[in-house]
């Protein structure tokens, strides 16, 4: 990994690139590149309830019922290895991070969804399934963002959240989160994988008639966003341990084989963008890349660049997730 980070220091040189660069940061803007504060009564809508997880078989279900981990609908008690730790979650955690991220990460964004405010048992399940139920946990390692400095824990909330997470680990002993997903990473199928073209992911740049929610109307500032116009994801994905992601595919800097090793990762937890674990310890698909694709077509606001996989690379993601844990499911990974 020690490579990956002095190369991403050359991608993000050039001024060209700087900008899509910056733009990983989430900060908010208003349509001139002002950055803003989101209000915690924005009327912005989400683009719609993600439906991967659901379609290739990564449903949680508690008797027999499908429990929604992407934000919309209804959810009982969610089933859980540590009853204690889950208590603690919803007595202690989750108030002061809905306080702290839940006015951008709840479902009307303009961040990703993951937490509802409104429901600590549902906030619960979605904790898991972005694969944020883990030591150094993205949520506790991540700096600032959206422009405001609200967002960030304290380090007596990280200890607390540490504290949690010991917990759940503790009680659910070898099918805790981050040991499911070490052994999910043995699973992959790398034909499936490379179907997914990861190397062709690429930006789109906002105008008008992309604008889904017919709020005021925006179109790419080219000053600050210069990135945003089919650039391909490698330019800022290539080695960045800070948005959690990574995606070289065809960078002639790495080794052809250096997104497929890294994405089996926990630390940094790149296997989270594809992979989350359920809170009774089985295996299902995150959502994390279309919940992140949904959150930049909101509104300018969201200053990641805006992107969207087209049918075939989200069909060969889907069966990739699915294929992996299909094999998890069956004790044949490493096989």
């Known amino acids: 990994m020690t490579r990956s980070f002095l ?25 001139n590149g002002n950055e803003q504060q989101p209000s ?12 991967a ?58 961040g990703p969804n993951w937490i509802t405010t409104t429901d600590p048992e549902k906030s619960y399940a979605q904790l898991f399934s972005q694969g944020y139920v883990m030591p150094q ?8 963002h959206g422009g405001v400095a609200t967002n960030v824990l304290t380090p007596q909330q990280v200890a607390l959240y540490e504290q949690w997470v010991s917990m759940e680990v503790k009680d659910g002993g070898t099918k805790a989160l981050p040991n499911v997903l070490e052994k999910l990473g043995t699973c992959f199928d790398k034909t499936k994988f490379d179907a997914m073209q990861m190397g062709q992911w690429r930006t789109t740049q906002r105008t008008n008639n992309n604008n889904t929610n017919n709020v005021t109307p925006w179109n790419e500032n080219a000053n600050n966003c210069t990135g945003c116009n ?10 960045d341990p800070a948005t959690n992601f ?12 250096t997104t497929f090793e890294n994405t089996k990762l926990t630390q940094p937890a790149y296997i989270t963008k594809f992979f989350g674990v359920s809170p009774d310890g089985k295996p299902i698909a995150s959502d994390g890349i279309k919940k992140k694709s949904d959150a ?9 660049p805006m992107f969207t996989l087209n049918a075939q690379q989200q069909t060969a993601l889907d069966a990739f997730v699915q294929d992996a844990i299909t094999k998890y499911t069956a004790g044949t990974c490493g096989k």
């Open 7 to 31: 190369v991403f220091g050359l991608l993000c040189a050039g001024a060209a690139t700087a900008a899509a660069c910056t733009e990983t940061t989430d900060t908010l803007t208003d349509g």
């Open 53 to 110: 997880a659901a379609s290739i078989g990564g449903v949680t279900t508690v008797d027999g019922k499908p429990v929604d981990l992407n934000g919309s609908g209804p959810v009982g008690s969610i089933a859980t290895n540590s009853p204690a730790g889950k208590e603690f979650y919803k007595s202690t955690i989750f108030p002061f991070m809905s306080a702290s991220c839940g006015t951008c990460h709840n479902p009307a964004g303009p």
């Open 137 to 144: 946990s993205r949520v506790t390692i991540k700096g600032a």
């Open 230 to 239: 089919n650039a391909p994801c490698t330019v800022c994905h290539s080695a």
């Open 246 to 257: 990574n995606n070289a595919v065809g960078n002639n800097l790495l080794p052809p084989e």
């Open 296 to 304: 930049t077509k909101k509104d300018k606001a969201y200053t990641h």
């Open 40 to 51: 915690a009564g924005s009327s912005r809508k989400p683009a719609g309830p993600a439906a």
